[in-house]
């Protein structure tokens, strides 16, 4: 058809994703920018007026405007942390921490470890997946009501009456159950570990922030991706490279998206915590800024240590030991491992964390400091048990299926395959679905295969 001069144009405001609208999200991006130290305060007023507007032409203008206003926005003066996002900065801020590292002797026991580490991420996402999105106010309440509290086991469909169902506002019934499933469901927390392994596949170790950029675009829709993933798939698609992918009209920009990338990194890096976490930040810097970034650095690094000695704190502090002392991150886990020293118990630790992050809020519930402090609360009162260790990162909130994955292949790297009971493992039937095109349902065990390619000495023959 042909226009004519006074066709008018209109959009349907209401039908744009939330995640796909940078004005849809202003409160979460005050909220971010004042824990950054902008200095933007006295604009607290207008942030609140343009968000609570209808959605139409004039709050995507006002938002944008406040966008303009956050990227010129100055740091607040005696603003206490330092957080570059570039590789160098970040390195320069770095505090040294050695250990003593134990490399499997054989590949067939470095083997066992990656195996382990997989299994264990697979399986703590599938114990989380069930519940992710439900809130402590409800989800405490259900797992006790059926007798999975202190939670040990998988939350069952038989769990899930309609007597029961009808009591939460969470809807219990449309979730996946370990007792009902065919094989390890896809998530995007697995489907994180497949896409990476295809990454260093086809671009080798040395891969770059465009080659992933590059992958994602190929083998996954816009769906598959949400928040800060979502906001740098589209950037990429309107012309911006990377770190601008990460920065333009991101309110997620420190959200957990980054931090369940990096397992991968660990995996095939093992003693090598300063590669895992330069990988780390080569996928984390197209979507993510300061400790956004920082989080998959840390994981990272952490899973790369846990290859080599099954000392906890040396676990932590050598995946600290990647990521700028001067950050909010960094402050945060030291005083969780301080209080633990101290004695704190498990209960106090949990609700410590409740008490400075709302789970009711999204900010919170899905920023990468609150969920790395869950991790490393079950690491360390998980007393390198692998099944008490996931379920309670599960059991207190938060980003469940994320937490439980990243838990999981920390101690499941320690450990090996054989220190996960069959019970954990028996519901995937040694199969792992994805939604990553050109890797579908496969078993579990040539994701193995392929990730012990990768290690180091295997690099030049898959390149």
């Not at 066709?7 to 849809?24: H, R, T, V």
């Not at 399986?123 to 259900?142: D, Q, R, W, Y």
């Not at 890096?269 to 590669?275: D, Q, S, T």
Request: with cysteine; proline share 4%.
């Amino acid at each position: 058809m042909s226009y004519k001069k006074d066709y008018a144009l209109s959009k349907n405001y209401e039908q744009i994703g939330e995640w796909d609208a940078y004005w849809k999200q202003l409160y979460i991006e005050y909220q971010q920018s004042i824990e950054e130290g902008l200095d933007i305060e006295a604009y607290k007023d207008v942030f609140t007026a343009v968000h609570n507007m209808p959605n139409n032409k004039y709050k995507e203008t006002l938002g944008n405007a406040l966008f303009d206003i956050i990227k010129d926005a100055k740091t607040k003066e005696g603003y206490k942390y330092n957080e570059p996002s570039d590789l160098e900065g970040i390195k320069a801020l770095r505090k040294p921490y050695d250990f003593k590292m134990t490399m499997p002797a054989t590949e067939a026991e470095l083997r066992e470890k990656v195996s382990g580490a997989i299994y264990g991420r697979i399986c703590g996402c599938l114990l989380g997946k069930t519940v992710e999105g439900m809130k402590s106010n409800e989800l405490i309440p259900f797992l006790k009501e059926s007798g999975n509290w202190p939670m040990h086991r998988y939350i069952y469909k038989t769990d899930v009456t309609d007597e029961v169902a009808a009591k939460y506002k969470y809807k219990l019934k449309t979730r996946c159950f370990a007792d009902d499933i065919e094989c390890a469901p896809w998530d995007d927390d697995t489907n994180y570990v497949v896409l990476a392994q295809k990454i260093v596949q086809k671009y080798g170790r040395d891969f770059t922030p465009k080659n992933v950029l590059d992958s994602w675009i190929e083998r996954q829709p816009k769906t598959a991706y949400c928040t800060a993933e979502r906001v740098a798939y589209l950037n990429y698609l309107r012309g911006f490279d990377a770190p601008d992918t990460a920065v333009y009209k991101n309110p997620y920009r420190e959200w957990i998206g980054a931090q369940i990338r990096g397992d991968y990194f660990g995996y095939i890096n093992p003693g090598n915590p300063e590669l895992a976490a330069e990988m780390a930040w080569r996928d984390a810097s197209i979507s993510h800024v300061k400790n956004g970034i920082y989080g998959e650095m840390f994981a990272a690094a952490m899973i790369a240590c846990a290859a080599v000695t099954d000392n906890i704190k040396d676990i932590i502090y050598g995946g600290l030991a990647q990521i700028p002392a001067t950050s909010r991150l960094y402050e945060s886990v030291v005083r969780l491992v301080n209080r633990y020293d101290e004695g704190v118990t498990r209960e106090d630790a949990f609700a410590d964390i409740h008490a400075e992050w709302n789970d009711l809020k999204a900010h919170d519930w899905c920023h990468t400091i609150s969920n790395a402090l869950i991790v490393v609360a079950s690491i360390l009162y998980g007393e390198g048990d692998y099944g008490k260790s996931i379920c309670m990162s599960v059991e207190t909130g938060f980003d469940t299926d994320c937490n439980g994955a990243t838990v999981g292949s920390v101690i499941g790297m320690i450990n090996g395959e054989s220190g996960i009971d069959e019970y954990w493992k028996a519901p995937t039937k040694g199969i792992l679905d994805t939604t990553i095109l050109g890797a579908s349902k496969a078993p579990i065990s040539e994701l193995i295969d392929k990730t012990m390619k990768h290690m180091p000495a295997k690099d030049a023959e898959n390149k």
